[in-house]
């Protein structure tokens, strides 16, 4: 979608005096046989690839979003899949720290664009560089993910940004900070906001055909705070096969051990295992958010009760996250209490309610939890500059709901927080828990 041009204007700069008199003699014969040529160009047909001109399925250059994608492991090769499905998109640079993802990354795209121009880099820094990139997608581990959208929205670029997007509290409100300062299109990888089951149980929740909500429950995926701790100390591979230090990042430093390089097993949120409520917690109770009409706000109350988490809003509606008493509709399900009814749905694509009615015009069930229709999303904002369906200001307090309960899980007791302050009320205890500390050099 960038456009840049370029005009040689020496010709146009070259004093009169200079100009070579000898080229303006012409003979009468010469003035006819030129004249005659040019009419002969003018009137021929000019030809263009009917792709150019958006034919044949094509897509106008003015109109194709150039990619870069960071971090093309596990998730990151299936999110850069979706990308490459898309016709109006072109992926020019990929960027991993591992030499195995990059070639790998470099040979789909490459058999995508039917060329081998796709540009390979080891620092995403150098990715973030280029002029020609409208957009970006950040699939690295969670240790990575705010530190490089806040690089990328710096350097210009529209983000899609896998989850969990943050670490703690003091990054998601520096995450929305940032990308309303440089006015880049953001979106979080919680793709099931752009699910029809999921869309289809929201609206039953915000159009108030479950009367009065009550209660919303999320399933976070683990409720454990324990610390992520080290792995057993093993030989560091060459830089150039796999940058140790660059994948740690802004983590706290630890010896290299390969089981690490699954970004999942550590630093996902405050230095813990799973990250707490994190993991599905920044799907679900995401969910919830929205089901709530709470997108701007987050939970006043967090309290571990038992084997469960249980948090208020401040318009009364209680949010529950549990990883038990579910229906069995697949991963990641979610359940929405009112007055006159529920709703629950979950990643098989059913939806279960208290009354068939409920369930009329739910439209066609879509199973597993695919991302094409939230990247589809995210393409046409970067287009429009509206707002992604899980734009920066959605994600930045989803998580905060999910900080501040890891918080309480962590200290075994009550904390109430003031989404106004963005601060833990009279605790100070608590407080100390909503940052930590980067590892040099890194900011955000």
């Not at 100390?233 to 796999?242: G, Q, T, W």
């Not at 697949?330 to 098989?348: A, N, Q």
């Amino acid at each position: 979608m960038k456009n840049s041009t370029s005009t040689d204007r020496k010709s146009l700069n070259t004093p009169p005096s200079s100009l070579d008199m000898s080229n303006l003699q012409f003979t009468r014969r010469r003035f006819l046989s030129t004249t005659a040529k040019a009419g002969a160009l003018l009137a021929a047909p000019l030809t263009l690839p009917g792709s150019v001109l958006g034919m044949e399925g094509g897509v106008v250059p003015s109109e194709r979003v150039v990619l870069g994608a960071i971090g093309i492991g596990h998730r990151g090769t299936y999110d850069l899949g979706c990308f490459l499905a898309e016709p109006d998109v072109q992926c020019v640079a990929v960027c991993d720290i591992q030499e195995a993802h990059r070639q790998a990354a470099k040979d789909k795209v490459d058999a995508s664009n039917g060329n081998r121009d796709c540009a390979m880099y080891r620092d995403f820094r150098d990715l973030l560089a280029r002029s020609d990139l409208d957009a970006v997608l950040i699939a690295t581990g969670p240790n990575w993910h705010a530190t490089a959208a806040i690089a990328a929205a710096n350097a210009g670029k529209d983000v899609y940004c896998e989850k969990p997007c943050t670490k703690n509290i003091v990054q998601s409100l520096e995450l929305a900070k940032v990308f309303h300062r440089t006015a880049r299109v953001f979106q979080a990888g919680t793709q099931r906001r752009s699910l029809p089951n999921f869309m289809f149980a929201v609206q039953l929740a915000q159009r108030g055909k479950l009367g009065t909500l009550k209660t919303l429950y999320a399933h976070p995926g683990g409720l454990a705070t324990s610390m992520s701790g080290w792995a057993p100390a093993e030989a560091e591979p060459p830089k150039d096969k796999i940058d140790w230090n660059l994948y740690l990042g802004p983590a706290a430093w630890r010896p290299f051990n390969r089981k690490w390089l699954d970004g999942f097993n550590f630093e996902k949120g405050g230095g813990l295992v799973g990250g707490g409520c994190l993991e599905w917690g920044s799907h679900c109770v995401d969910l919830c958010q929205w089901a709530n009409q709470a997108d701007n706000t987050d939970p006043v109350e967090y309290e571990p009760v038992g084997d469960q988490l249980h948090a208020r809003y401040a318009n009364g509606v209680k949010l529950v996250m549990r990883n038990n008493g579910w229906l069995g509709l697949g991963s990641c399900p979610v359940r929405f209490e009112g007055d006159l009814g529920w709703v629950e749905t979950g990643d098989d694509g059913d939806i279960a309610a208290s009354s068939p009615s409920l369930l009329v015009g739910k439209g066609a069930k879509i199973g597993g939890y695919p991302a094409n229709f939230h990247i589809r999303n995210f393409l046409d904002c970067v287009k429009t500059r509206e707002l992604t369906r899980a734009n920066v200001d959605v994600a930045c307090h989803s998580h905060i709901a999910c900080h501040a309960a890891n918080v309480a899980l962590f200290l075994h007791r009550e904390v109430k927080y003031d989404p106004a302050t963005t601060m833990f009320i009279g605790d100070e205890e608590a407080n100390r828990l909503r940052s930590e500390a980067l590892r040099e050099p890194w900011r955000i």
